[in-house]
């Protein structure tokens, strides 16, 4: 099974700090990359693709090294909001996604 | 719109017992997946569907059927529940594959005695 891994965490920050996650994938062919987040209990959500070129979208910046085969994903100026899972996709353009576990991330005030 | 709906919210069953898990979304996706959730793991596919009509199994198909008769609907089938398939069931669309976002419904919480 192709896989797709991540520190689990927990990662403990305080509100304001800066964090970052990676995620490391098996498959060098992999086609498109993503960041989920998931809320205790509840479905994931999209936060954002992760482009060749790297991209930001406010407080946060995701980044791709094909040749490492690793996604990071850059959280600036923690907010208690931010307190969640975030889970790491895969495509490998075979109509099925790989999903990591996920990294939980506990925002302190 | 509704978006991604999943009935029911939770249920338990004994070992043996068939149930469909139910999905409908309103967005007009062709793609939609079923998958199970289990603690310390990824999200794994269970079976997909890339239009009506059309579907094909993922990583973990073993005791799982499903159906694609319109375009809205996607039932998941436990033939023969067994406690392995304790786990939350998430339903998931999106307009197609390729780069585009999955919608979640707010998932089935399972759970086989």
């Known amino acids: 099974r192709k896989e797709v891994e991540q520190d689990p965490g927990p990662f403990n920050v305080p509100e304001g700090a800066t964090v970052a996650f990676n995620c490391t994938y098996s498959?060098?062919?992999?086609?498109?990359f993503f960041w989920y987040r998931q809320d205790c209990r509840k479905e994931p959500k999209l936060l954002m693709s992760?482009?060749?070129?790297?991209n930001e979208d406010g407080r946060f910046t995701a980044q791709l090294n094909r040749a490492s085969q690793y996604i990071s994903l850059l959280i600036r100026d923690s907010k208690l909001s931010d307190s969640a899972t975030y889970l790491c996709v895969v495509n490998e353009g075979n109509y099925q996604l790989i999903w990591g576990a996920g990294t939980k991330l506990i925002i302190k005030p | 719109n509704a978006g991604v709906t999943q009935t029911p919210k939770f249920q338990v069953l004994k070992t043996g017992q068939s149930m469909t898990l139910q999905c409908a979304q309103d967005?007009?996706?062709?793609?939609m997946s079923w998958y199970r959730q289990d603690p310390g793991m990824g999200l794994r596919l269970i079976h997909y569907s890339v239009g009506a009509g059309i579907t094909d199994q993922g990583e973990v198909p073993n005791g799982y059927n499903v159906s694609r008769s319109t375009t809205e609907d996607f039932p998941l089938r436990l033939l023969s529940a067994a406690p392995s398939q304790t786990s939350v069931y998430f339903c998931a669309s999106s307009r197609d594959f390729t780069n585009n976002e999955q919608f979640f419904g707010p998932g089935t919480r399972l759970t086989v005695l």
């Open positions: 992760v482009y060749s070129s790297g």
């Open positions: 967005m007009n996706h062709e793609y």
């Open positions: 498959n060098s062919a992999s086609q498109s």
